[in-house]
């Protein structure tokens, strides 16, 4: 317990999903936590279930404003960061030849854009010897059907947790990628999966998941734990697969 203890934690896309199941597991062990997501409303219900050791700041995750915004947010409150988590993402499945502009452009400004410069707008303010998470995804290994663009999103934020391994070394900053595999969250909703579907939906996947069931959100958040705490005080520059063995697939 407290392995977080006097700790302050930034999660972007930590008002559900694996964000929030990784705020709830950080302020457990001790830490305060500021979260940023895109609507107010879930905002307010992620932090009734934090309490009152996290604050939280609504705002486009694509846009550098929100990322200033929310720097300035934790400068005035808390001072210095500790864990820098980027878990903000979308992903629109869809096969390339009916990819839009749009799209393409919306995925790479949420899952790649907002990553890089939120990492280098929190630098500043982050302390020597601080855990930075990426969340990146199988797709960015493992051939998904119709995920070319997602795929491209998240490979490239691989290679920024390599360069930035090297960069922030001087300063002990450690930089990882959590990679989930196919997770029961609520973006399977978002990607039209209805609960009529959800039982054949999982059966399927399950049949070529080698541990033969989707991950939960707690799962993934305990791997992120590892990854901010000190029990991984000697990991940097990895990609931590957490798919149930999928990948091997």
Do not use: C
């Amino acid at each position: 317990m407290n392995k977080l203890s006097g700790k302050f934690a930034v999660i972007t896309g930590g008002n559900s999903g694996i964000g929030l199941a990784a705020a709830k597991a950080f302020v457990a062990e001790g830490a305060r936590v500021a979260i940023l997501g895109r609507r107010q409303q879930a905002v307010d219900a992620a932090l009734a279930e934090l309490g009152p050791a996290a604050i939280g700041v609504v705002g486009d995750v694509g846009e550098l404003a929100t990322h200033e915004r929310l720097m300035s947010e934790v400068a005035q409150r808390h001072g210095a960061i500790d864990i820098y988590m980027a878990n903000a993402g979308m992903n629109n499945i869809e096969p390339s030849a009916a990819v839009t502009e749009q799209s393409y452009d919306a995925q790479f400004a949420t899952n790649t854009r907002a990553v890089f410069f939120g990492v280098t707008k929190a630098l500043p303010l982050m302390r020597d010897g601080a855990s930075i998470i990426l969340t990146g995804s199988i797709a960015s290994a493992k051939v998904l059907d119709n995920h070319a663009v997602y795929a491209g999103t998240k490979a490239a934020i691989g290679a920024f947790a390599r360069s930035w391994a090297l960069e922030l070394k001087a300063r002990r900053i450690r930089v990882n990628v959590l990679s989930p595999g196919p997770t029961d969250t609520p973006i399977l909703e978002k990607l039209g999966v209805t609960e009529a579907d959800r039982p054949a939906f999982e059966a399927g996947l399950a049949s070529v998941i080698p541990l033969g069931r989707l991950a939960k959100a707690d799962e993934l958040a305990q791997a992120a734990l590892f990854l901010a705490s000190d029990d991984s005080r000697f990991v940097t520059g990895v990609d931590l697969r957490v798919d149930g063995g999928i990948a091997l697939t």
